[in-house]
């Protein structure tokens, strides 16, 4: 199977070779993988920013527990979620599934009414914790993808969510920097290269009932 020996290979990058570039083509296609991936209701509450502005990432570096990968990686992803999940961003949905799947709107209505109402059973804290999760799935895809096109990545967390809304101007869009995952191509000086990877065995991570 090639997605096993795909993720045998990629590793948690630590350092970037500053001098490589993911290609337009290849960024294209990581774009597509995101852009497939699952979310609740199929809603993506979300939005990717890219960033290859190197000023930009100077002043996120610092709030990234100065992580190297931020400035040195060709391309940053930030997965940010939205703050909310307004019943425009619901009708939105369901406008766009009825134009896509070509169906009477009337006929969705009750889809929609369902969903907001699922969602306002939800205390706020609960509706955070929901939105950040489903950029999770989309991070998945990205580094999937990145690792069938042997293009290096590394998923952080190690950031302060506040300062990445100020610097990137999410908090006026109503959005929030979840999680980030700088994208290139490893330095042949990396000293995490080839280590042995760290997993729970088997028979502690499954149970069959
Ligand atoms: C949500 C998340 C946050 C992470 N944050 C960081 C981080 O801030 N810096 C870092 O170097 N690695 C970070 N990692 C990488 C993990 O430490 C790494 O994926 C894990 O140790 C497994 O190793 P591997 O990815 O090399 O197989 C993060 C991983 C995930 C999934």
Same mark, same amino acid.
């Given at each position: /199977?090639?997605? #096993?020996?795909?993720? !045998?290979?990629?590793?948690?990058?630590?350092?970037?070779?500053?001098?490589? +570039?993911?290609?337009?083509s290849?960024?294209?296609?990581?774009?597509? %993988?995101? *852009?497939?991936?699952?979310?609740?209701?199929?809603?993506?509450?979300?939005?990717?920013?890219?960033?290859?502005? =190197?000023?930009?990432?100077? *002043? #996120?570096?610092?709030?990234?527990?100065n992580?190297?990968?931020?400035?040195d990686?060709?391309? #940053?992803?930030?997965? @940010?979620?939205?703050?909310?999940?307004? =019943?425009?961003?619901?009708?939105?949905?369901? !406008?766009?599934?009825a134009?896509?799947?070509?169906?009477?709107?009337?006929?969705?209505?009750?889809?929609g009414?369902? &969903?907001?109402? +699922?969602?306002?059973?939800?205390?706020?804290?609960?509706k955070?914790?929901?939105l950040?999760?489903?950029?999770?799935?989309? #991070?998945?895809n990205?580094?999937?993808? @990145? %690792?069938?096109?042997?293009?290096?990545? @590394? =998923? /952080?967390?190690?950031?302060?969510p506040?300062?990445?809304?100020?610097?990137?101007?999410?908090?006026?869009?109503?959005?929030? %920097?979840?999680? &980030? %995952?700088p994208?290139?191509?490893?330095?042949?000086?990396?000293h995490?290269?080839?280590?042995?990877?760290?997993?729970?065995? /088997?028979?502690?991570l499954?149970?069959v009932?």
């Open positions: /199977m090639e997605l #096993l020996k795909n993720l !045998n290979w990629r590793y948690a990058t630590k350092k970037f070779d500053t001098s490589k +570039k993911v290609s337009n290849d960024l294209n296609k990581l774009k597509e %993988a995101v *852009q497939l991936s699952v979310s609740s209701y199929g809603l993506q509450l979300y939005k990717v920013l890219i960033i290859e502005n =190197p000023e930009i990432r100077e *002043q #996120l570096k610092p709030a990234s527990w992580q190297s990968q931020i400035t990686a060709s391309h #940053l992803f930030v997965f @940010c979620n939205y703050t909310d999940a307004t =019943p425009e961003a619901i009708d939105g949905f369901i !406008n766009q599934t134009k896509t799947r070509k169906l009477e709107l009337e006929r969705l209505n009750g889809y009414d369902f &969903i907001k109402e +699922k969602l306002n059973e939800k205390t706020p804290e609960e955070t914790s929901w950040k999760s489903q950029t999770y799935l989309a #991070l998945g990205l580094l999937n993808a @990145c %690792a069938e096109l042997k293009i290096d990545a @590394c =998923p /952080m967390e190690g950031f302060e506040e300062a990445y809304n100020k610097i990137l101007d999410l908090d006026n869009q109503g959005l929030n %920097a979840a999680v &980030i %995952a994208i290139g191509y490893r330095h042949e000086e990396d995490t290269i080839g280590q042995q990877k760290v997993r729970k065995p /088997m028979e502690l499954f149970e009932v």
